[in-house]
């Protein structure tokens, strides 16, 4: 799944609402936990996710080969 908030419309609270119900409909399902992946470079989200609750647990690197 996917949550992206339009740049023009943002800092409007919709990705707050919008991930608080993805909360609410996770917990809904019995699921305690969850998991989110943000690119490194996108340190606007990482503080978005950080004001809402979420901890940064790790970083990580996306490695590809061309093989063709």
Do not use: P
């Amino acid at each position: 799944m996917a949550v992206v908030v339009d740049q023009s419309v943002r800092k409007n609270g919709i990705g707050k609402q919008l991930m608080r119900a993805a909360g609410t409909w996770a917990t809904s399902r019995g699921i305690d936990r969850v998991v989110l992946h943000t690119r490194i470079d996108r340190e606007d989200a990482r503080r978005f996710y950080e004001r809402i609750g979420y901890k940064l647990t790790a970083t990580s690197h996306l490695m590809t080969k061309c093989l063709a």
